[in-house]
């Protein structure tokens, strides 16, 4: 059983290449924006400048045949299970951003310090609520 | 352009209908066992009792149709656009429940607080880093 997971947008961002991003969006990031597919233009609407919300992707480069990873692509790092790490190549590469609104204009959001490289697909985006869930 | 997401495990919980989960983990969900794929037996080899993690399921009972919703179903909400929310009825409707691992029993894991109903597909699971991301 598999599930099909269909894109609702696409990242615009001056990060073109996957060895230019940084590891995690905090670590210097710059900003981009999210340019969702008008079928979901209704899904947006309560979004507001301001807010603290995750953005999924599916991070398209990644090798999904991949388990146990160096962490940080680090060879001094012992082998560590994917699972306890935040690498783009795993199983299912969905990428997990905690961004804030910048702006809104239409079907453009723009986010502060994103790390996904331009074109990434977006798949979800959900509200952060208390305690970081 | 759509992409193939494949479960790598399944949640097992007395929660056994979708009327019954409650909204979110910290509202008193029962504790549940994830059950993983030898396939990915590598990859959770490096997580130990008492960490955070976010476990990513796929919300197989959802109406991916649905771009607005009334919050917590609850009529007097004003219908709001479901990426301001955390309804399951979504385009890509990814689950995402940060818990707390209590057990580790080979392939299964035991955490604290998931909202997900029996046989949910687990997706993926990544650290929790800080500041919640």
Redesign the interface.
Same mark, same amino acid.
């Given at each position: 059983? *598999?599930? =099909? /997971? !269909?894109? %609702?947008g696409v990242v615009e961002s001056p990060l073109d290449e996957t060895q230019s991003a940084p590891k995690?969006? #905090?670590e210097g990031s710059p900003d981009a924006w999210l340019v969702f597919d008008p079928?979901?233009a209704?899904? /947006? !609407?309560? /979004?507001s400048i301001g =807010?603290e #919300? &995750?953005v &999924?992707t599916?991070l398209?480069r990644a090798d999904r045949s991949v #388990?146990?990873v160096h962490p940080r692509d680090d060879p001094r790092n012992p082998m *560590?299970? #994917? &699972?306890?790490? !935040?690498s783009a190549d795993?199983?299912?590469p %969905?990428g /997990?951003h !905690?961004v804030r609104v910048l702006a809104i204009a239409g079907l453009r959001i723009r986010v502060a310090d994103l790390e996904a490289v331009d074109g990434t697909?977006i798949? =979800?985006?959900?509200?952060? %609520? =208390?305690?970081?869930?």
């Open positions: 059983m *598999t599930y =099909d /997971l !269909r894109p %609702i995690q969006g #905090v079928a979901v209704v899904g /947006l !609407r309560n /979004l =807010d #919300v &995750f &999924f599916w398209h #388990v146990a *560590t299970g #994917v &699972f306890s790490t !935040r795993r199983p299912n %969905i /997990l !905690r697909p798949v =979800d985006v959900k509200p952060v %609520i =208390d305690a970081g869930r």
